[in-house]
């Protein structure tokens, strides 16, 4: 939380886990949630959008004097919020441009 105590605040790592079970409460019947399946994009972009800006604005070596775990952790965490905004993109454009049957 020093470090980025906006995203990373309680309240913040609380709406992470909440994003994660929504994500699982669709897993199953995707297909049928086109768009909110545009809304995970959207939502994993502005997450990577923000971990981009941090790491721009901010001197990851401090991150790592300070603490080696939090360091790592900082350079790594919007690498999975980039992946998985293309992911979600390419099911959500993937689901609209075909009817998917599962």
């Given at each position: 939380m020093e470090f980025d105590s906006q995203t990373l605040s309680n309240f913040g790592l609380l709406m992470i886990a909440i994003w994660g079970f929504a994500?699982?409460?669709v897993s199953k019947s995707?297909?049928?949630v086109k768009?909110?399946?545009g809304i995970f994009a959207i939502e994993k972009l502005v997450y990577a959008i923000v971990w981009t800006s941090w790491q721009m604005n901010n001197n990851l070596s401090d991150v790592f004097e300070k603490d080696?775990?939090?360091g790592i952790?900082?350079?790594v965490y919007g690498l999975n919020d980039w992946?998985?905004?293309f992911f979600f993109l390419f099911v959500f454009v993937r689901l609209n441009r075909t009817k998917l049957t599962f």
């Amino acid at each position: 939380m020093e470090f980025d105590s906006q995203t990373l605040s309680n309240f913040g790592l609380l709406m992470i886990a909440i994003w994660g079970f929504a994500y699982i409460s669709v897993s199953k019947s995707f297909y049928e949630v086109k768009w909110l399946i545009g809304i995970f994009a959207i939502e994993k972009l502005v997450y990577a959008i923000v971990w981009t800006s941090w790491q721009m604005n901010n001197n990851l070596s401090d991150v790592f004097e300070k603490d080696k775990m939090a360091g790592i952790f900082y350079s790594v965490y919007g690498l999975n919020d980039w992946i998985f905004f293309f992911f979600f993109l390419f099911v959500f454009v993937r689901l609209n441009r075909t009817k998917l049957t599962f």
